[in-house]
């Protein structure tokens, strides 16, 4: 093969990476605490995980691909690392069902519903169905939805490209004749690892060995090395999907590699110890398809019942490996929600509190970050807000099972309206992350575009992102001193936003009948102008559920409260509202 010949070579691997990158992001924007708590359930015990590895893998018939997959959830912060690693053993279990099928001959090629499962069927399928989706649908969501398909198909391309790239090594009698050259079993192992290093796939080198050992030249001692190595070089793909991903999924990467190679070495000590003692009757046999497969299922299964009950002592030998590099926030702030305060309710759900302080300290960073972007993008402060986000998504998950658990102890009365005034809080802070983030994405289109808002443009989303940072300090401030008085400065503020937004977009249609600015920036303008009153909204909708736990009343009436308060029918709501346009309307009438 010549240097042309590769060129495909290098454009799967860009595929397959940037198929990896499109599918964890559009995770991490449609999971949300949904799929987190199917995940959840689905791992919830580690023979779960392995069973959904070994089923997963059977159907899409790759082991690398259902890694990959894990390493993007733990990327993502969708699936902890203790989740994946049993869902990584069973991939490798999984992955012996495509030697299995070989040995049936044809079944595989004439069965439609096995040919339509395989990546290369597969992956155009998902990005058929996913363009579709994102040119005909107009929800978001949906979008997202779209956008997982079309990583996935794209990832799926990338290894197909791959693979197809580096098909006509299989029919190379040269290329065959590596299974023979050297005798020595550690020279083997290589072998196998170098093997399924080219071809990208173990299922694909033990299908090479199966085709070669229709010849009758084949023996035990010459496979058994070659199936070993095969496994072990199965982990090169899913080293090539860690570049880029955070620390938790390099890790999960490590214990892959750490998993196969133990599990070599442990066989293959064993193996030949026996030899070397008593001998194997079979040893210097011929082997057939079926052998082959055998022996490839009974190795990943053998390696999985060792490996299984060492899933922690793993994890700790990847932390050791792949150091953190301090940013432990996540980590540190959700072990407050420790099930040992259950027993007393008030200290639990003061560690709530602790931890949607934290959130509301990452909401405001996060909407700072994204007013920032809007000025001038910055690639690090994109990926800070990004991080700020997982923890958002992660809290309001833990936050909302540990409430969950607090509610079903014997609470008081009063431990019950605070614990459901959290639950109202903690939703509001995950949503004002998400318009936080929107804004982000105007601005990273904006950055990619060339996009620019007008001098009066700019000056007034100055004032707009003032009055916003505004009430969320005092939301904050009112949240954590549970200040009834602050709560009721907010509501003035938030119509005070509210007037700010419409007399902006009255003011942005003007520029664009006299042509002082593009559509496109219009619509930038617009969108990151309805994120920032969303935010002052669920402010708004925080103050209301401290007053209403306040006053300790069953019948208290948020709707009533929030009509009666907008009606100005008290002189301090007079007082501050007038105060408040003068502080941020009056400047850019």
Known sequence: MDLISLLPLFGGIGLFLYGMSMLGTSLERVAGAKLESTLEKLTSNRVKGVALGAVVTAVIQSSAATVVMAVGFV??????????VPVIMGANIGTTITGQILRLG???NDNVFLALLKPSSFAPVCIAIGAAMRILCKK?????????????????????????????????????QLFFVFKNPLLGV???????????????????????????????SMAAPLIMGMNVGKCITVLIASIGTNKKAKRAVAIDIMINLIGATVIMAGVYAYQALFGFSFWDSTVTRGNI??????????????MFPFCGLLIKLSAKLVHDDGN???????????????????LALDQCKKVILSMGEAAVENFSLASSLLKEYDAK??????????????????????????????????????ATEMMHTVGDLERVGDYAVNMAEVAEFNHNEEIGFSDQGKRELEHVTSAVQAILDMTMEAYKGDD????????????????LAEMLRTRHIERLKKGQCSTQSGISFVEALSNMERISDHCSNIAVHIIQRLSNDDTFDAHAHLSTAHQGVTEEYKALFKYYESLYCDPIR
């Open 484 to 499: 009834r008085v602050i709560c009721q400065r907010i509501e003035p503020l938030e119509e005070t936003i509210d007037v």
């Open 140 to 176: 978001r969501k949906t979008k997202d939805i779209a956008s997982i398909l079309i990583g996935l198909g794209i990832l799926f391309t990338g290894m197909v490209t791959m693979e197809n790239t580096l098909a006509p090594l299989r029919d190379s009698e040269s290329f065959r």
């Open 75 to 84: 990327n993502a912060g969708i699936m902890r690392l203790v989740q994946a």
């Open 381 to 418: 402060k994109r990926a800070k807000l990004e991080e700020n986000e997982t923890f958002l998504d992660r809290s309001e998950t833990m936050l909302g099972d540990y409430l969950i658990k607090i509610t079903g102890k014997n609470v008081t009365l009063e431990q019950s309206h605070r």
């Open 190 to 220: 290589l072998i196998g690892i170098l093997v399924t290093g080219v071809l990208q796939s173990s299922s694909a080198s033990v299908g090479v060995l199966q085709a070669i050992s229709s010849t009758g030249t084949v023996t035990f």
């Open 293 to 306: 497969a055998d022996f490839h299922s009974l190795f990943n299964i053998i390696t999985t019942v060792l």
């Open 328 to 346: 432990t926030k996540i980590e540190q702030e959700l072990a407050l929600l420790d099930d040992i305060f259950l027993k007393t309710p008030s």
């Open 106 to 108: 044809d079944i595989s």
